[in-house]
């Protein structure tokens, strides 16, 4: 299955940069997925909970169908204003725009995360030095600021659902990279730990199943 | 015979089991901690002197306090590898403990231990504030005219503890922070509850200080020299802890290992490598963190070896928990909700006891300094 990474999904990055999770994903599912719940490989919906309770419609890989309480699973917990649901027979319908959308949300996540991190460590010191101009933290944002280019140029370069997977592990080790450098403030529930955790949860719901490759 | 820790290891991996049957529960509410782990393991406390603990486990002969640190980081992986968050929300003395036991006066160890001895208690250790972490020298909670004043944040235990160790400046310079020793119950002291994405059984907290009355008595190590006072101890404690700390990211990764290997039993060739290397590096980890254990059992003012145990065990915690939930399918997050907890909980380990990169700074020093042992030329 090839999903396009189409460059005319670029501004949900800018809006996921500029107002984070919610924002970017309500644009990206009024723009293509109005009134049905956008479903993962397997049957699993993370969207912002006023989407959830809107649409009467979900996703299936033959079109969507009405929604009937007695499939749908609630999972628990919301994270940055997102809730999870399992729903039996849902999925994504091929060559849909969403998977490629959420990987452009999550870029954006990242950025956002990352600039973040570093405003709250241009206020921070350590013995009068502000910590963001300690080497070893310039080291870390290196590593981080080099997986947002990474994926970026993925982005530009590389239509197809493997670019996409690389995508999303890149990502990954930026909002990994991100909670180091917030200290202890990223391990709380809400504020960027809850924004990396929701991204996490996007791409673990997400992600379009990796072609199994012969003899591996 | 059986090896003693071998057999120890054994014990407590048997020990371990009640935790993994309350391991989600107490994720999902952890309030349920107090109910639930209340005497469900043979040792009431964690670090107790033998003198306040007539009771304590007996393996091969040999009663078990978990006073040493290569007794706590045997025991304490095999807890953790049901549930790490449950251990550190265990009653006892913890960190506090190593303060107390380094630098109280003998009316401080009474008033201590005996508070913990009369019923299971929680207790804490207070040092970092919400403008310094990495840099505690820079701590803004004082001990000015007898009275303590500041807040400290992301203590362990800190909202249900009954007394702990606060670290606070008395006066300018690095022998100027004192550990001063607080019941919770004084006026003007407020411990609150932090919510957090793992570990959340150890109630991290905020503590809020406003006047608390204070005084000599309290200061832990008032009657030693100014340099074997407050941050003496603290360097001493962290020394000792931070192989505790590696224990738990160790014991955190071998549950996500062998959850995969239990649960994902069709691998690709590809996979199985993946696991293969892992094996290896959890054997590795292992026996860095005895070694560390060791080395601060036998010389608590050397931690080179507690920070290259720390780094290396907190890195595989983290790397084997997030390629876990990637052997499994999709929202596999949600579909296994272990590994998304022992995800969660591995993320803690960076930050206790100090970051990946305070380690590095100590143990390239350690390194210099030759404390690292040498290969001798011929
Ligand atoms: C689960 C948990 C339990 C904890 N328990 C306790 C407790 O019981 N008692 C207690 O007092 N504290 C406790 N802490 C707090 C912990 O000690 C601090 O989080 C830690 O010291 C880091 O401080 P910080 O969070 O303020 O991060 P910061 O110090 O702000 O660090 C931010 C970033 O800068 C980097 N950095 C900072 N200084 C340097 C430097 N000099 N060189 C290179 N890089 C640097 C760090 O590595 C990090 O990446 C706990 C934290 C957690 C998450």
Redesign the pocket.
């Given at each position: 299955m090839s999903t396009a990474l189409s460059v005319d999904q670029q501004h949900y990055r800018a809006v996921a940069f500029a107002h984070g999770a919610a924002a970017a994903l309500t644009l990206l599912h009024a723009e293509t997925s109005a009134g049905v719940l956008p479903a993962g490989p397997g049957g699993h919906v993370f969207v912002p909970e006023h989407i959830e309770s809107a649409c009467d419609r979900y996703e299936t890989p033959d079109g969507p169908r009405a929604r009937d309480g007695a499939r749908e699973e609630p999972l628990g917990g919301v994270s940055a204003g997102l809730v999870a649901l399992r729903i039996r027979g849902a999925g994504p319908t091929h060559g849909g725009a969403w998977p490629s959308g959420v990987a452009w949300v999550r870029l954006g996540l990242a950025e956002r995360l990352l600039g973040q991190a570093t405003e709250h460590?241009r206020h921070?010191t350590?013995q009068q030095t502000a910590?963001l101009n300690?080497p070893?933290?310039r080291a870390?944002l290196a590593d981080a600021a080099g997986g947002i280019a990474e994926a970026a140029a993925l982005f530009a370069a590389a239509p197809g659902s493997p670019a996409l997977h690389r995508i999303h592990r890149s990502l990954d080790e930026v909002g990994r990279l991100c909670l180091?450098?917030?200290?202890?403030?990223g391990?709380l529930a809400t504020g960027p730990g809850g924004d990396v955790r929701a991204s996490e949860l996007l791409a673990d719901a997400y992600t379009p199943e990796r072609p199994e490759r012969e003899g591996s | 015979m059986m090896d003693f820790l071998d057999e120890l290891r054994a014990f407590a991996r048997e020990s371990a089991d009640v935790l993994r049957r309350t391991t989600l529960d107490i994720d999902r509410d952890p309030s349920l901690v107090d109910g639930v782990l209340g005497g469900a393991l043979p040792w009431r406390h964690v670090g107790m002197p033998a003198e306040y603990y007539p009771d304590p486990p007996v393996v091969q002969g040999r009663p078990v306090y978990l006073d040493s640190c290569v007794e706590q980081v045997t025991v304490l992986e095999e807890l953790a590898r049901a549930d790490a968050g449950a251990v550190l929300a265990l009653p006892g003395p913890a960190?506090s403990g190593f303060v107390v036991a380094e630098i109280a006066d003998q009316r401080q160890r009474e008033r201590y231990y005996g508070m913990l001895a009369e019923r299971p208690t929680w207790t804490?250790?207070?040092?970092?504030e919400p403008s310094?972490?990495?840099?505690p020298a820079g701590m803004a909670t004082n001990v000015t005219g007898g009275l303590l004043n500041g807040v400290?944040r992301?203590?362990?235990n800190g909202a249900r503890a009954r007394i702990g160790v606060v670290f606070a400046r008395r006066s300018a310079g690095p022998l100027g922070i004192a550990a001063v020793l607080v019941e919770t119950d004084r006026p003007g002291f407020a411990g609150v509850p932090l919510e957090?994405l793992g570990?959340r059984a150890?109630a991290?907290s905020e503590l809020r200080m406003r006047d608390v009355p204070v005084e000599v008595g309290d200061l832990l190590g008032h009657h030693r020299s100014a340099t074997r006072q407050g941050m003496w101890a603290a360097v001493r404690t962290f020394n000792r802890y931070r192989p505790v700390v590696a224990c738990l990211a160790l014991g955190v990764a071998q549950a996500a290992f062998d959850y995969v290997v239990d649960n994902r039993r069709l691998m690709r060739v590809a996979q199985r490598h993946v696991l293969d290397g892992f094996a290896e590096r959890l054997h590795g980890a292992r026996a860095l963190v005895l070694a560390a254990a060791r080395s601060a059992d036998d010389d608590p003012g050397d931690g080179t070896l507690a920070s290259a145990a720390k780094i290396r065990a907190t890195a595989l915690a983290e790397e084997i928990t997030t390629a876990a939930v990637r052997f499994f399918g999709p929202g596999a997050r949600w579909e296994h909700p272990l590994l998304d907890k022992w995800l969660r909980d591995a993320r803690?380990f960076e930050?206790?006891?100090?970051?990946?990169?305070?380690q590095r700074?100590n143990l390239a020093q350690g390194y210099l300094n030759g404390r690292l042992g040498h290969a001798q030329a011929a």
């Open positions: 460590l921070r350590v910590t300690l070893l933290v870390m180091h450098l917030f200290g202890a403030v391990f | 960190m804490f250790f207070g040092m970092t310094h972490g990495s840099d400290k992301f203590v362990g957090t570990l150890l991290l803690a930050f206790m006891e100090g970051t990946s990169n305070i700074l």
